[in-house]
């Protein structure tokens, strides 16, 4: 069995935190979407007024995966809790466990600081990662619908 390790992520790991965000932009077809730079990482995941975290998952001591996550606030439950924003294992090292482990890692730590909840979303059509979800027992919210302004949009309402 490999040896797997989730740690936190720094400042050096900015490159292959691109890495794998351009490798998980590639595998749900929208590889063009990408606009963020290795100084952009720096600056939004490891900056001084950062809210976002990351780990990145070895295996043997090479990178084969990582996690960004954030805090959210579930005003029903009166608790935190955390939003993961993206998980990906590269393509030749899925199925040694290392999606499992992170995922379990971010979860436990959810748990340890009284979050509420841990919430994801998950392109519909990635049904290996929808069928490991729920074998885990995570619960799909189907009557929840996503709404997102970005570009133009975001603009033209702030400024209207």
């Known amino acids: 069995m490999s040896n797997i390790i989730i740690r ?15 490798e998980l932009a ?11 730079n290795v100084e ?4 939004t995941i ?3 007024n950062s809210t976002v975290n990351a780990f990145i998952c070895e295996e043997d001591g090479v990178a084969i995966g990582f996690a960004v996550y954030f805090y959210n606030y579930s005003t029903w439950l009166g ?3 955390i939003y993961l924003e993206d998980l990906y294992v590269s393509k030749d090292k899925r199925g040694v466990g290392a999606g499992k482990a992170i995922l379990k890692h971010l979860v436990k730590k959810a748990y340890e600081e ?3 909840r841990v919430e994801w979303s998950c392109i519909d059509w990635n049904t ?5 979800y729920e074998s885990i027992g995570a619960a799909s919210q189907e009557e929840w619908i996503g709404y997102r302004l970005e570009g133009d949009t975001l603009a033209n309402f ?3």
């Open 8 to 22: 936190d992520a720094v400042v050096e790991d900015s490159q292959t935190i691109l890495n794998f965000i351009t």
């Open 26 to 36: 590639i595998y749900e077809k929208a590889e063009h979407e990408v606009k963020t």
């Open 40 to 43: 952009q990482i720096k600056k």
């Open 46 to 48: 490891f900056g001084e």
């Open 79 to 81: 608790k935190n809790g």
């Open 114 to 116: 009284g979050c509420g």
């Open 128 to 132: 290996p990662s929808r069928e490991f």
């Open 158 to 160: 702030a400024n209207s």
